[in-house]
Nanobody
Framework: VQLQASGGGLVQAGGSLRLSCAAS?????MGWFRQVPGKERKFVAA???????YYVDSVKGRFTISSDNAKNTMYLQMNSLKPEDTAVYYC???????????????????WGQGTQVTVSS
């Protein structure tokens, strides 16, 4: 499956952005990771095909992950953005039938190209 992320941009602290990730075909679990220069790519949130979700603690209550299975598209609504949310955001997919909402990057074999999110203070 091929993934295409979009929706990044520049926003002031406290603002909102919505990221999208379009898949070329049917997906299983989908997730978002983010990476800042010089650091490893880190898990942000994930959603299963049945709607189960999981978030890293730092974004709980501010970010909402959702998906439209008919459109093979996943979204990340990001509210109350902080400068520390600045990163390149990557979408990912896996087809694990168990423990699919994993925070381990190695368990996600399919990746999109990334979209830059910059939050100014």
């Amino acid at each position: 499956v091929q993934l295409q992320a979009s929706g990044g941009g520049l926003v002031q602290a406290g603002g909102s952005l919505r990221l999208s990730c379009a898949a070329s075909g049917r997906t299983g679990n989908m997730g978002w990771f983010r990476q800042v220069p010089g650091k490893e790519r880190k898990f942000v949130a994930a959603i299963s095909r049945t709607g189960g979700t999981y978030y890293v603690d730092s974004v709980k209550g501010r970010f909402t992950i959702s998906s439209d299975n008919a459109k093979n598209t996943m979204y990340l609504q990001m509210n109350s953005l902080k400068p520390e949310d600045t990163a390149v955001y990557y979408c990912a997919a896996n087809y694990r039938s168990t423990a699919g909402l994993t925070t381990s990057r190695s368990e996600w074999p399919y990746w999109g190209q990334g979209t830059q999110v910059t939050v100014s203070s």
